[in-house]
């Protein structure tokens, strides 16, 4: 059975830090493109990050980059976020999801699987 479960989020001050994890079953994350997708109160699902399927390319939105990074460790099954410098509008809900294409794809409705999701909070 395909799962996917986030954890590390929780509340922090504006320039603080949280690494996010997506701890995968039933399938290996070596083969899979997994993305970060987080969701604000309001407001629609945005792709935040993501990791190609078999190797490191990644991607990034433009709010993030230079303050995320997205890793894999195969050996864990699992794929990280790494979280700086946050923001009050880094706020939202953030969800790990997969699929097996070749591209990281920026669509939300482009993941096959998906996890629960884990709360962010960036607040003084």
């Known amino acids: 059975q395909v799962r996917l479960v986030e954890s590390g989020g929780g509340s922090v001050e504006p320039g603080g830090s949280l690494r996010l994890s997506c701890a995968a079953s039933?399938?290996?994350?070596?083969?899979?493109?997994i993305g970060w997708i987080r969701q604000a109160p309001g407001k629609e699902r945005e792709f935040v990050a993501g990791i190609r399927r078999s190797g490191d390319v990644t991607s990034y939105t433009d709010s993030v980059k230079e303050r995320f990074t997205v890793s894999r460790d195969n050996a864990k099954n699992t794929v990280y976020l790494q979280m700086n410098s946050l923001k009050p509008e880094d706020t939202a809900v953030y969800y790990c999801a997969a699929n097996m294409a070749l591209v990281i794809s920026r669509r939300s409705d482009d993941y096959e699987y998906w996890g629960p999701g884990t709360q962010v909070t960036v607040s003084s």
């Open positions: 039933g399938f290996s994350v070596e083969y899979y493109s």
